[in-house]
Structures are given as structure tokens and as C-alpha cells.
């Protein structure tokens, strides 16, 4: 298929989402041109001599392990976490980081599934306050999501509590 055909086909099943009225097809459609920027960006600007392998992008500051970071995470399927979310990073594997996801936490609200959520303490600029950590939703992120217009936040939880409740609960 063209790219024409291609962009014809997504513009019919965005009607159709759009329709159902159950989907944000405009967050979706927002989500979409932002990573095609990023791509963009890095195949047009980043690589040097077609070489994609050897080309990296930096970063002028990057979290720490035991942080909280703000990555835009892209769009998955409905059950999966998507956007912008704050992350909390478990390791920095250089170019890339493992981070599982966070929520806010509502005053009513208790963890859904206490084997793969849980709620660590933070300290943002002003004060402390909670998130809840989706076990589920780890993965592996290009640092190139990061986004650098939030600042990183200091996890309160001790990062022994967190590690054993991630190997607990991924690896027993």
C-alpha cells in the first residue's frame, strides 16, 4: 500500500472511532503527529550518513534511579497506560530506562490489584504527596521520551520497599 492509501484507511477508522464516541480520537491524532515529529526529528536531524545504529540522542540532564520522570509513554491498546505519565525509573540502561508507570491516587481509592500496584510517598517542589506504581504497565523506554520540560521528582519510599515488592511480584 502508498502512504496515501495508508493515511485513507486511518482517516476512515478514526471516523469510526470517533463515531463510537467511547475514544478521544483527537488525544489519539495529537499522540500520532507528536511521535511522527519525533521520528522526524530524529531520522532528519540525528543521523548522520544513514547510519541509525551509531546515532543516539542525548540528553542535557536525565533522572536518577529512584525518581520520578516524566515520559510521554505513546498510545498502546485500551487497557494500557498512555501519554504522558510520571514514571518511576528502576534502572538506567543508557540510552534507554526501565520505568513502571505511576498513577495518581484518588482519596477514595484503594489499589485495585495489590500484586501489581502499589502507592510510594514523593517529594515534588512544595510538599509530599503519593502516586501508585503499575507493576503491569513496566517497560522499556527510549530516553528520547523523556520530557525535560517537567522536573524529576525524589521517591520518599525507601528503594528497598520498591525493590523487593517489583521482584516479588514479577520474578516469584
Sequence with gaps: MSIRNNLMEMNK???NLEE????????????LLHQTNQL????????????C????YHVHKRPHIHQLAYF???RGFPKELMDGHWCYVLKDMGYKMLVIPCTSIKE???????????DIKIKNDTYITKCRIQLSDIRSIDIQRLDLRKPFYNVLTPKSEIMEFVHKNLFE
Design 72 to 74: 510521554n509513554i505513546g
Design 13 to 15: 477508522s478514526l471516523k
Design 40 to 51: 522526524e526529528y530524529f531520522y532528519c536531524h540525528l543521523v548522520k550518513d544513514g547510519d
Design 53 to 56: 545504529n551509531q546515532t543516539y
Design 108 to 118: 477514595d481509592s484503594t489499589a485495585a490489584n495489590p500484586l501489581f500496584e502499589m
Design 20 to 31: 463510537s464516541g467511547m475514544y478521544d480520537v483527537e488525544k489519539y491524532s495529537y499522540a
